[in-house]
């Protein structure tokens, strides 16, 4: 009897089976979660959101299917799934390749290992930040367009390729005059690399995402697109407004005033958090940010 007690609080407690973690598996599961977050981030954020939607409609549908034997309707799913699949993969290509590029131009060393030998891990001289400022804000006044790419760890050799080589030293002068209306250069985009100007007229990739302000136009969304594809500070100047924005990691700071203007970029410039240092911020909408 005592025999058979024991037996069947054995058999009970099997189900309550509990497998011995290791450090290893916390690791493991850690990086799991981390990986699923920023893939569920990356959908949300681009057009794939609404594709897992309509996976989800599909196999709710091919669910019912099965359960009320629709033949027909399973068989056409089956044979058509594989050529979905590629399908897919072909509609969301720039996704994909976007994804990749994000993932590519991540720097997981750099905070160990800094070869720029900067100081304080300023890239951008402060000369040079001092006259893009003093232009920005001289177009500004008079609603003068511009664009100005600050080339960071990412290279823009495919952009600088498609303006007009300058190699010419930054200055206030001859960026007004860069973008002076009615000038051969005006049309397109500066590109600044080692505090230089290394090209003018430079065409941008234009961002294609949908949660960006209507009121902003193909300066601004072309200052989101280089910036989704490259560790670049663009700076925006509007031709509507005169307002000074900049763009960088996909987000857009708008109506920057002067004396917040070289502050903002510096901290960009280090890749310091934003979120933590710049407390004055306030979101407007998923993809903008402006001056509160």
């Known amino acids: 009897m005592l025999e058979q007690i024991r037996n069947y609080v054995g058999t009970y ?27 569920m981030d990356w959908f949300k954020k681009t057009r794939a959101w609404m594709l897992i939607k309509g996976i989800l ?28 699949v590629i399908a897919i993969i072909i509609i969301f290509q720039p996704e994909f390749r976007r994804a990749l590029e994000q993932l590519g131009r991540r720097k997981f060393l750099s905070g160990l290992f800094s070869t720029d030998g900067t100081k304080n891990g300023m890239r951008l001289e402060k000369k040079v930040l001092n006259e ?3 232009a920005s804000y001289a177009m500004g006044e008079v609603k003068t367009g511009a664009l100005i790419v600050i080339e960071q ?7 600088e390729r498609t303006g007009i ?7 206030s002068q001859l960026l007004i005059n860069i973008f002076e209306h ?25 961002s294609d995402n949908m949660d960006i302000n209507k009121a902003l136009g193909t300066r601004h969304r072309a200052a989101i697109g280089v910036s989704e594809v490259s560790d670049s500070i663009t700076v925006i100047v509007s031709e509507e407004t005169g307002a000074v924005s900049l763009a960088y990691s996909g987000e857009i700071y708008r109506n920057l005033p002067r004396e917040q203007f070289a502050g903002l970029v510096e901290d960009l410039s280090k890749k310091e958090t934003i979120a933590k240092k710049m407390k004055w911020w306030k979101g407007h909408g998923k993809h903008e940010k402006a001056n509160s």
Do not use: M
């Open 132 to 134: 893009i400022a003093k």
């Open 165 to 171: 080589n300058i190699d010419a030293i930054v200055t």
């Open 182 to 206: 009615n000038t051969p250069l005006h049309d397109g985009a500066v590109l600044i690399r080692n505090n230089r100007i290394v090209s003018a007229t430079c065409y941008l990739p234009l």
């Open 13 to 39: 407690f099997d189900w309550f089976y509990i497998p011995r973690v290791t450090i290893t598996d916390v690791i493991e599961i850690i990086i799991i979660a981390i990986l699923i977050y920023y893939i």
């Open 57 to 84: 409609v599909l196999l709710v549908f091919t669910g019912l299917a099965t359960i009320f034997q629709f033949n027909t309707i399973l068989w056409i799913f089956k044979n058509t799934i594989s050529v979905g």
């Open 153 to 159: 760890d990412t290279s823009l050799g495919d952009y």
